[in-house]
């Protein structure tokens, strides 16, 4: 396991990797330091093409909220900071009408520097209101993907898309989004509206962050529609563990791409770094 710690200047060389003008692999850094890279220099790379992940937070007891429905900390402040960082390293991040009903989340990166990425909403039946703090015009896009025929105010995009069987095909989901020009997106919540992405195949990465806390009851993390029945046939990603102050972080490549995003982005083959790429 690697013990991370986030430092000012690793962070602005991860968002230097994030803007395609620096490596993940040279300078000199701390182990601690090195370790940051390790976790973020991934999800931060654009030389893959867009990436989908994912992360939730969860108790010891596999719980993302209290039963009552309290889910504000469920994560302690390193593991916050962690979310708001994905949210900088990413051009849209997505999440379930419940989760926006329930914690009313801004989505906006305010523990660290770093864009504020497009939030969008998947609310097919238009339950969403039009005042979620959500929607908020702050300058970044908003965007809700509903199959009811319901205006939004002004600056809101919609993507419109058919229910089949009552639910949003996944796929045409994530196509909608790239059509947009949205392009690496973090799902952030909250358990069935990554269970459908990951069910479908459609995570590059899924990140499951477990925080030291017994919470007894309350909704689960991840519960898939097709559960397996014999435990060779669970899925059983590539896995990188972190340290971030009191919460573990499991790291799962689910793709290819995701596996090789792990691999040096300056590989020093020829000696030579990439065009334009800055190597401290
Ligand atoms: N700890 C964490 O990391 C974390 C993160 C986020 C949320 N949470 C917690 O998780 C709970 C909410 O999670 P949740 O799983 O109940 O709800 P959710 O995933 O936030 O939202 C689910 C709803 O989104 C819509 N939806 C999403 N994908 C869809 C698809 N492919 N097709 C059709 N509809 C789709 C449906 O809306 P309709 O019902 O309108 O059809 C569905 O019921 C809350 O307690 C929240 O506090 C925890």
Not at 78 to 92: C, N, P
Not at 112 to 134: E, F, Q, Y
Not at 136 to 163: F, K, M, T
């Amino acid at each position: 396991m690697q013990i991370v710690e986030v430092t000012p200047r690793v962070w602005d060389r991860i968002l230097t990797v994030r803007s395609g003008r620096a490596c993940t692999c040279c300078g000199r850094f701390s182990d601690t330091e090195r370790a940051a890279l390790d976790l973020y220099g991934p999800l931060a790379r654009r030389d893959l093409g867009p990436m989908t992940f994912a992360q939730i937070g969860q108790s010891l007891d596999g719980r993302v909220a209290t039963a009552s429905g309290d889910a504000r900390d469920v994560s302690g402040p390193e593991g916050l900071a962690h979310l708001h960082r994905l949210r900088a390293l990413v051009d849209g991040v997505v999440i379930g009408v419940g989760t926006a009903l329930h914690d009313t989340p801004r989505l906006t990166v305010r523990l660290c520097s770093g864009h504020n990425p497009a939030r969008i909403v998947i609310d097919p039946r238009g339950r969403l209101p039009d005042d979620a703090p959500v929607l908020r015009d702050d300058g970044a896009r908003r965007v809700v993907v509903q199959s009811v025929r319901r205006p939004r105010p002004d600056g809101v995009e919609v993507l419109h898309l058919p229910l089949t069987d009552g639910r949003l095909d996944p796929a045409a989901i994530l196509q909608g989004i790239r059509n947009l020009d949205i392009g690496s997106l973090l799902i952030e919540g909250g358990g069935s509206t990554i269970t459908n992405f990951l069910e479908d195949g459609l995570l590059d990465r899924l990140q499951v962050s477990v925080s030291p806390l017994i919470i007894g009851n309350g909704p689960q993390g991840l519960t898939t529609r097709s559960p397996v029945d014999r435990l060779s046939d669970a899925i059983r990603p590539d896995t990188r563990v972190f340290n971030i102050g009191g919460d573990i972080v499991f790291d799962c490549a689910l793709a290819p791409r995701a596996a090789a995003a792990c691999r040096p982005l300056h590989t020093a083959q020829d000696g030579r770094e990439r065009n334009g790429m800055l190597i401290a």
